[in-house]
């Protein structure tokens, strides 16, 4: 038996969560309502999709999803506004929301969404495990170990990182090498490839707001 889609709806009004529930219920799906961020990761959800609301910084799109990308369990997250400002927009989803809704929501969006996300999640959270996994790992770097990365991912030889930097070849070498031991690459290509899946996120494509 196929499981119901679990919504987590977090909105910090009362009207708009009853109303997102019914629509959510409507649809066949279970759903679970939340004030705030606090409250939905004090029940430390481990599977389904994320309807926050972002009018109120404090609690927008951009605190659930650092909230959610501290648990074991990664879950996508749609953005929800009233009035939801361009740029507001473009920020949730460079952050990593995978949809934005204009509130009163409509069903056959929410629905559309739900199911455009649900076929896409397990891809999706693939690739942030990754990306978390490269960042860590980058992290570790020197910022002269992350500068030879960045020009190593532009294609530079050593010769050419030494006259960018004002070093010499040797001195490349060397952060270089200890730059491929932080990151446990046994080549330059699978540097290059861990610098690129930390940058994911900039490639987001945007979905606009429906």
């Known amino acids: 038996m196929k499981q119901r889609t679990i919504l987590h709806i977090v909105d910090g009004s009362t009207s708009s969560r009853a109303e997102q529930a019914r629509m959510g219920h409507e649809l066949g799906y279970h759903c679970e309502i939340y004030a705030d961020v606090g409250e939905l990761m004090s029940f430390l959800p481990r599977k389904g999709v994320v309807l926050a609301r972002d009018d ?16 074991e369990h990664w879950m996508p997250v749609i953005g929800t506004s009233a009035d939801p400002d361009p740029c507001e927009v473009v920020a949730a989803i460079k952050a990593g929301a995978m949809h934005y809704l204009r509130l009163p929501l409509e069903k056959e969006r929410l629905r559309d969404a739900v199911d455009q996300i649900s076929s896409e999640a397990h891809a999706y959270a693939d690739a942030r495990r990754k990306m978390i996994e490269a960042r860590n790992r980058i992290a570790s770097l020197s910022p002269r170990e992350r500068e030879v990365l960045d020009w190593l991912s532009e294609g530079r030889s050593n010769k050419m990182i030494a006259l960018e930097l004002n070093i010499s070849p040797r001195t490349v070498e060397i952060h270089r090498a200890n730059m491929m031991s932080k990151l446990g690459a046994q080549h330059a290509a699978e540097a290059v490839r861990l610098r690129l899946e930390a940058d994911l996120e900039k490639n987001t494509v945007m979905v606009g707001v429906a």
């Open 56 to 71: 109120n910084p404090a609690n927008g799109v951009a605190q659930v999803l650092r909230a959610v990308t501290l648990t």
